[in-house]
């Protein structure tokens, strides 16, 4: 018999309700020994779907008003009997309940408890599942559709899609294969390769969506980079929205990497203001300058920031120089200000160019749409389900070499004997990206990263 857990499942600080979860076999049971309701029914009396207010109590002392509320099982989040104690929330009074709670009969669930359960006992999918902190943790309308469509179950559509394709098919060679006297019709190697092409585009689609989905849910290492004085700190604070760079008219103010995390529109950005590039004598300055060229070369993102108020200098050139192989969009700022910039000599050498003036605040939606252009969230439609975690795509991976070696072993005439065999590995990873065939180890991994509550 599984141990009865509770646990907050409400945010760790102050706020309007704090909900203490409990659930197994004997949740109803433990909320019995600290809540009583009003009308004196107790909680073993209720539905499910229904709720009581009441009080909690501890050792014959009451704590705090509350509201219980009763899921029977199997129609519950864990397919078990739930209880849900709605208390006034704080840190002390949510405490002082799930104290109560434990002394009574549960134990402290551990971090993902309550959606290991659900899945153990098929109330959702392991990749419906993962899916669950992704939503908690979004950031913006696009990672949060991403996650949604995860839990309705559209990425385990698509995966099945390919799974059934390549089940079908290792069912037709292994029944021509073992009953050859029967009138099982001959494999058609054309139509196995057809079959096989489908099943890797659509295996490709999903590990092409897997980068962009993360830097949607995790944010975009971006760095702002650009000679003295073009305005780097004031488009640092533009994005962060508060003066997070020192702004003045003296170059060289920012000697060290500035960072913060912000949203640009629905793309979370994580900002690093870097020291002006220049050429100096200046030892604190010259390692600054130094450690702004290590950020280019690792970033996700470069802003590349130039002044249209003065000539393209040595400087902005070194600037472009080192921008060759980096993902770039060219920032033209202090557009408010007469021009003097040679923007053509910028736009024949840097694919993506937005202007814009900082200190107006204008060009943001521009500078939002082609950093979105150039990170791929502009053509990725989020709803369709997206591989969102390491897991998810290592198995998409390894069915995706199981099909390029089923094709090639095809192509050079191996038996189709041996083809069955590679073609049934590629189902296994897909299976256990699905979690219907998943080691222990594997499912105590991916609920282990979860929060305790949860």
Known sequence: MEKTIAA????????????????????????????????????????????????????????????????????????????????????????????????????????????????????????????????????????????????????????????????????????????????????????????????RKELQSLLDSYDTGKLMREGVDTVIAGRPNVGKSTIMNLLSGCERSIVTNIPGTTRDVIEETVMLGEIPLRLSDTAGIHSTDDPVEKLGVERARDRIKKAGLVLAVFDSSRPLSDDDKELISLLTDAPALAVINKTDLPQELDTEYIRTRLSHCVFISALAGDGTDELEKQVSEIIGTSALDASQGILATERQRSCAEGAMKCIDEAEQALSIGITLDAVTVIIEEAIDRLLELTGERVTEAVVNNVFSHFCVGK
């Open 8 to 199: 907050i499942s409400t945010a760790n600080g102050i706020g309007g309700i704090g909900v203490i979860r409990i659930s197994g076999e004997k949740a109803v049971e433990t909320a019995d020994k600290v809540f009583r309701s009003i009308s004196g029914k107790l909680i073993s009396e209720l539905k499910g779907y229904t709720a009581a207010y009441g009080k909690i109590f501890d050792n014959g002392e009451a704590i705090d008003e509350a509201v219980a509320l009763v899921f029977r099982a199997p129609h519950s989040y864990t397919g078990e009997d739930v209880v849900e104690l709605s208390c006034h929330g704080g840190l002390y009074v949510t405490k002082r309940v799930l104290r109560a709670v434990l002394k009574n009969g549960a134990v402290p669930a551990e971090a993902g408890e309550f959606t290991k359960r659900a899945f153990l006992n098929g109330k959702t999918g392991l990749t419906e599942a993962e899916a669950v902190m992704d939503i908690i943790s979004a950031r913006g309308s696009q990672s949060a559709r991403a996650a949604l469509s995860c839990m309705e179950g559209r990425l385990r559509q698509r995966i099945n899609t390919v799974r059934d394709k390549l089940i079908n098919t290792a069912a037709h060679l292994s029944a021509w294969a073992d009953y050859p006297e029967d009138d099982i019709p001959e494999v058609d190697t054309d139509n196995l390769k057809d079959t096989l092409g489908i099943c």
